[in-house]
């Protein structure tokens, strides 16, 4: 199959490549446009390491063909610093110490973005849910909760 030219929007910025369209697209945002920030835990959907917004839906990208994004607006978790100021989200994972080894913490970082979007105050279990599909091997998951937590009764979420 030959190398097709594909529109993305990532973080603001438009990009045309000429790729394989069934490219995975971690592998697009990784190889391509050096957005090392997305990781890749298991490639198979399972832990949640290369989530993204795609279209403001959060999607494992590893799963996600290129041709499927073509056109699309993509958030990775470069995204998220803006001015050189990362979101409210990150510095209250960095206060609490809930990054450990760091593989998970994209991820549950646009988990979270995802939820507080949608529901700027959610409740304990709310965040549990909304990060149940992140899977952390240092089992942070209780600080990764309360800076979640603490930012939205701050209200700095959105």
């Known amino acids: 199959m030959p190398f097709t030219p594909i529109t993305l929007k990532v973080n ?19 190889e391509e446009l050096m957005l090392t920030g997305v990781k890749e835990g298991c490639g198979e959907g399972e832990c949640g390491a290369c989530a993204v917004l795609l279209d403001g839906e959060l999607v494992n990208s590893c799963l996600i063909p290129v041709l499927q994004a073509d056109g699309a607006q993509i958030t990775t978790i470069e995204g998220l610093t803006k001015n050189g100021e990362g979101h409210a989200l990150q510095q209250a994972v960095i206060d609490n110490g809930g990054t450990q080894c760091g593989i998970c913490t994209p991820g549950m ?31 942070g998951y209780q600080r990764i909760i309360d800076s979640v937590a603490r930012v939205c009764r701050e209200e700095k979420a959105a």
């Not at 646009?110 to 700027?120: E, T």
């Open 109 to 139: 970082l646009m988990a979270a973005l995802n939820l507080v979007r949608r529901n700027p105050h959610p409740s304990e279990t709310d965040i549990r849910n909304a990060l149940a599909g992140n899977f952390c091997r240092c089992t």
């Open 12 to 30: 603001g910025a438009k990009y045309t490549i000429e790729t394989w369209p069934m490219s995975r697209l971690i592998d697009v945002l990784r």
